[in-house]
């Protein structure tokens, strides 16, 4: 785990803290523990016992239940009848199967997004691209600002493409990276300048194929970097 600071799920969701008054206590041990985990705080493998975490956060253990259940929903968390409930740990075999997952979501989403986006959604996804491409010319690899940004386009294109089950399975796919990100790997190997500009102009053809190949170039990248990197943690 890298000493910089790390980032949550709440930060780049845009969630307000502050804000917790109206939420349920289900909700609010659920967000806690899971920008704990998605920023790196409690690291895999983690026990999360029912008890020991509903007398932190002074609660029954119903809520906690509650929670805990919804992060494995999430895939952020692993359950077993016999041995509770503990953050999930990345192996070789999980990273590969949750790298064809986000191809196979984006890939869709960008083929669907190609064939039945309107001019205006289109415009929207260029200005969002150009945003993006701009904060990743002065890369800072901590800002929230620039992991929003990401989130939100991809998440935009899923949208578009006009299936929230896309768009829900896309979002949870990405607190995973996070965690990934976090935990494995801060760095970023360098991409064009006009990287996500690329992929929208790709979606703007209208062609779902199209659409689909640039996609799958676009989030394959760095992805066997990610591999090898985990491979060296687990043979240290």
């Avoid at 090898?228 to 687990?234: A, D, R």
């Amino acid at each position: 785990m890298s000493d910089s600071p790390s980032i949550s799920a709440g930060a780049i969701l845009g969630e307000d803290s502050q804000e917790t008054e109206f939420l349920t206590v289900t909700e609010k041990v659920y967000r806690a523990l899971r920008d704990e985990i998605t920023s790196g705080q409690l690291e895999p493998g983690t026990r999360l016992v029912r008890r020991t975490v509903s007398k932190r956060f002074s609660v029954s253990t119903i809520p906690v239940t509650e929670a805990l259940y919804r992060l494995e929903q999430d895939g952020l968390v692993d359950s077993e009848a016999k041995y509770g409930s503990r953050v999930r740990i990345w192996t070789l075999d999980a990273l590969r199967n949750e790298q064809a997952l986000r191809e196979a979501l984006e890939c869709q989403a960008a083929r669907k997004c190609a064939e039945t986006a309107t001019d205006d959604q289109l415009a929207e996804l260029a200005r969002l691209a150009a945003q993006l491409d701009e904060l990743m010319a002065n890369p800072d690899p901590r800002s929230v600002e620039g992991m929003k940004a990401h989130l939100d386009l991809h998440l935009t294109i899923a949208r578009n493409a006009g299936y929230t089950l896309i768009e829900r399975e896309l979002k949870r796919v990405w607190l995973r990276w996070l965690v990934r990100w976090n935990w494995i790997s801060a760095a970023h190997n360098p991409v064009p300048a006009d990287w996500h500009r690329q992929l929208i102009a790709a979606i703007a053809k209208r062609d779902g194929d199209t659409a689909s190949e640039v996609m799958r170039d676009h989030v394959l990248r760095n992805q066997e970097h990610d591999v090898e990197l985990l491979g060296e943690m687990q043979n240290q």
